[in-house]
Every structure is written in structure tokens, then in C-alpha cells.
């Protein structure tokens, strides 16, 4: 009986997470803020993956100078 009810307070919880969380999400989205924020500064969602001989280079020339 105790395990069920702390699973049940488990599943409850991770429930009200999700709930908050998408609402959260989706109300910083639609909102007038939200909107302008993506206007003025664009969203970024890809990430720039750089290779480490890139890195490398940079540094090498870096220290060159």
C-alpha cells in the first residue's frame, strides 16, 4: 500500500511537470514578448558543430601571432 501510494505520487508529480512545463513553453511562444524576441534577435535552434582540427587550427594560428 505505501508503494503504490508513492508511485502514484510519482506518476502525479511527473504529470504536473509536463503539464507546467508545455504550458510554460507554449505560453512564452504565442506571447506578444515571445514573438518580438524572435523578430529582433531570431531563433537559433541548430547547434554549430565544429570539428576539433578547426579548433586546433584557431588555436595554432592564435599563438602564432
Do not use: C, H
Not at 51 to 58: G, L, T
Amino acid at each position: 500500500m505505501v508503494w503504490g501510494t508513492i508511485l502514484l505520487w510519482i506518476v502525479g508529480l511527473f504529470v504536473l511537470y509536463v503539464v507546467i512545463f508545455t504550458a510554460v513553453k507554449d505560453g512564452i511562444d504565442r506571447s506578444e514578448i515571445g514573438k518580438l524576441i524572435k523578430m529582433k534577435y531570431g531563433v537559433n535552434d541548430g547547434v554549430i558543430s565544429v570539428s576539433d582540427d578547426e579548433i586546433e587550427k584557431e588555436l595554432e594560428d592564435e599563438f602564432k601571432s
